[in-house]
């Protein structure tokens, strides 16, 4: 079972910042990784996607979209920077990653097979 492990989360002020981690075995961050997010009642939501193999290539969620910014480094760690935090970005989020070719970075949580167990963000207003 492919261990995936998040961190980094916390609780903020509106209109300020967080970055998040996600840290996992070499083989598993060269494919599409993601970001999703989930509160109670509600699905989890596609945030932010990345091929790791050409990490240009990523897609937000219009929802984030100029506020949160998708990385990996050469350290197998997957980040997610958020900025301009808002009270409904409070959530927890969860990294996830899809095995095989990034064809195409997807913000669909059924495409992931692999998931960390969370951590919480929390934005006060």
């Known amino acids: 079972q492919v261990q995936l492990a998040e961190s980094g989360g916390g609780s903020v002020q509106a209109g300020g910042s967080l970055r998040l981690s996600c840290v996992g075995p070499?083989?598993?961050?060269?494919?599409?990784m993601g970001w999703f997010r989930q509160t109670p009642g509600k699905e989890r939501e596609g945030v932010a996607s990345i091929d790791s193999e050409s990490p240009g290539r990523v897609r937000y969620a219009d929802s984030v979209k100029g506020r949160f910014t998708i990385s990996k480094d050469n350290t197998n760690t997957l980040y997610l920077e958020l900025n301009n935090l808002r009270s409904e970005d409070t959530a927890v989020y969860y990294c996830?990653?899809?095995?095989?070719?990034?064809?195409?970075?997807?913000?669909?949580?059924?495409?992931?097979?692999?998931w960390g167990q969370g951590t919480q963000v929390t934005v006060s207003s």
């Open positions: 070499g083989s598993t961050l060269r494919s599409c």
């Open positions: 996830a990653a899809k095995p095989g070719i990034c064809w195409i970075p997807s913000l669909v949580e059924s495409d992931y097979t692999h």
